[in-house]
C-alpha cells in the first residue's frame, strides 16, 4: 500500500476542516432562516410622511412605550420617506421582503390616493396589521386671524372664492376629501395647498403664508396651548371631551352652521404576504402597546386620541366599506379620477 506523504495528509486534513466549516455555517444559516424566532432583529418602521405630523407621532409612541415595556425586543427603526401624499414612504415599504421586519402607515390616505389614481398600486394591497385610533380635524388661524369663529372664515370665502388659502398634508389625500366635503357643506371654495406633514403645515400657518389649515387636534394643540394658534371648529358629532381647558369653547363645524362630521384613521400595515408568524407577534405587541396606561397617557391624552383596536380581516373589511363610502363622496364633489 502506498504510504501518503505529510504534505498530502495535511492537505486533506485542510479540506476536510475547510468543508466542514461552510457545512457547519450553511445549516446554521438555513436553521436561522427557517427556525429563528421572530423578531431575531430589529424592525424598521417606515414612515411615508415627514417629521412632525400625526402618523409620525404616532409611530414614536408605539416605539417609545413598546421600548419601556420591552414589548419591543429592540427600538424600532424609524425611517421618514415622505412624498407623493404617503406614497413615496409605502412604495419603499412595499418592495421590501414581507418578513415582518419591514413595516409601514396605513391609513385612509392609502383610499383617497388610489381614488384619485395617483398610486402604483390598489388601497388595499397591504398586509393588514392593526388600526390604533380615530382622529379628527380642526379648521385652525393664527391667534391674531381676523377670523375669529367659523362663521367668519365661511363669509371671507364666500366672498372671495378660491382666495382664501388653506393647508393641509398632502395634495392627494384625505385632507383633500375633508376639505372639499366642508366646502360643500359650506358652500365655499378654498385655495388649497398641500404639505409633506402636519408639522410643515402648522409652520406655514405659524409663518403667514396661509390664512388658515386643517389640522387634526394632536398637530395643533401646543401652539393652541401655547396662545400662537386658534382652533374655530372641529370635525366631530359632539365637543371633544379631552381634559384640557384648550378645547372646552371649541364648537363643532355643525354647531358653527357647516353640517358635516367626519374623521380619519391610522394603523399599522405591512408589504402583501406576510406570514402568520410575524403577523401575529405584531397584533400581540400592538395590543399589549396600546391596551397600556403609558400608551393612553402619553399617546392618547397628550396627543388627542381616540383609541380603537382592528385587526386582520375585519380591518381590511372595513377599509373596503371606507373605499365604498369615499368613491361616492369623491364622484359627488367632482375629485373622483380613478377610470
Known sequence: MKKRSAVQTFSNMALLAAVTV?????????????????????????????????????????????TQLKVLPSPLVIENKSGGSGVVGKSYAKTRPADGYTIT????????????????????????????????????????????????????????PNTVKIAGTGVSQIDVLHVAMFEKAAGVKFNYIG??????????????????AIANPGEAYEQMRAGKVRSLGVSSDTRLGFDSAVFKDVPTWKEAGVNVSLSQWRGVAGPKGMAKEPLDWLIGALKKITDSKEWQEQYLDKFLQVGVFVTGAEMQKEAEDEYAVYKVIMEGAGLLKKK
Open 195 to 212: 404639505f409633506d406633514s402636519g408639522g410643515q403645515v402648522m409652520t406655514n400657518l405659524l409663518g403667514g403664508h396661509i390664512e388658515c
Open 22 to 66: 461552510v457545512l457547519s455555517f450553511a445549516a446554521t444559516m438555513t436553521g436561522y432562516a427557517a427556525g429563528a424566532k421572530y423578531p431575531s432583529k430589529p424592525i424598521l418602521f417606515v414612515v411615508p410622511y415627514a417629521p412632525g405630523g400625526g402618523t409620525d407621532i404616532m409611530v414614536r409612541v408605539i416605539d417609545r412605550v413598546g
Open 105 to 160: 402607515c396605513a391609513d385612509d390616505s392609502s383610499t383617497v390616493v388610489d381614488l384619485f389614481g395617483n398610486s402604483p398600486w390598489p388601497y388595499n394591497d397591504f398586509t393588514y396589521i392593526a388600526k390604533l385610533n380615530r382622529d379628527y380635524q380642526m379648521i385652525v388661524v393664527r391667534i391674531d386671524s381676523p377670523y375669529k369663529t367659523l362663521k367668519d372664515l365661511v363669509a371671507a370665502a364666500k366672498a372671495k
